[in-house]
């Protein structure tokens, strides 16, 4: 069983940035998915156990960091020049395996969500 605490967030304005950080037990692939009010959930960013593998959804790369640190079982997501479009409740994800992914269907475990606002 893995056990995700999400923790950051909050509101910000367009071009700042935030940092969110999830505790995660357990030798798994991260990822970071996003959900806004009517709209499906989408992939953010993935890093595999090692932190040697990354993946970022095209609207993020170049913005967004995924990083971790196993030391403390914590991945990490940080996130510069923040649009209104990024405005979201950001979830972390878990999942066993070697492999990085993108869908959500892969990921066996969830974060309870932390809110992210980003004012014009």
């Known amino acids: 069983q893995v056990q995700l605490v999400e923790s950051g967030g909050g509101l910000v304005q367009a071009g700042g940035s935030l940092s969110l950080s999830c505790a995660a037990s357990g030798n798994v692939v991260m990822g970071w998915f996003r959900q806004a009010p009517g709209k499906e959930r989408e992939f953010v960013a993935v890093i595999s156990w090692s932190g040697g593998s990354t993946l970022y959804a095209d609207s993020v790369k170049g913005r967004f960091t995924i990083s971790r640190d196993n030391a403390k079982n914590t991945v990490y997501l940080r996130m510069n020049s923040l649009k209104p479009e990024d405005t979201a409740v950001y979830y972390c994800?878990?999942?066993?395996?070697?492999?990085?992914?993108?869908?959500?269907?892969?990921?066996?475990?969830w974060g309870q969500g932390t809110q992210v606002t980003v004012s014009s």
């Open positions: 994800a878990a999942r066993y395996g070697r492999l990085v992914a993108s869908e959500a269907r892969e990921y066996d475990y």
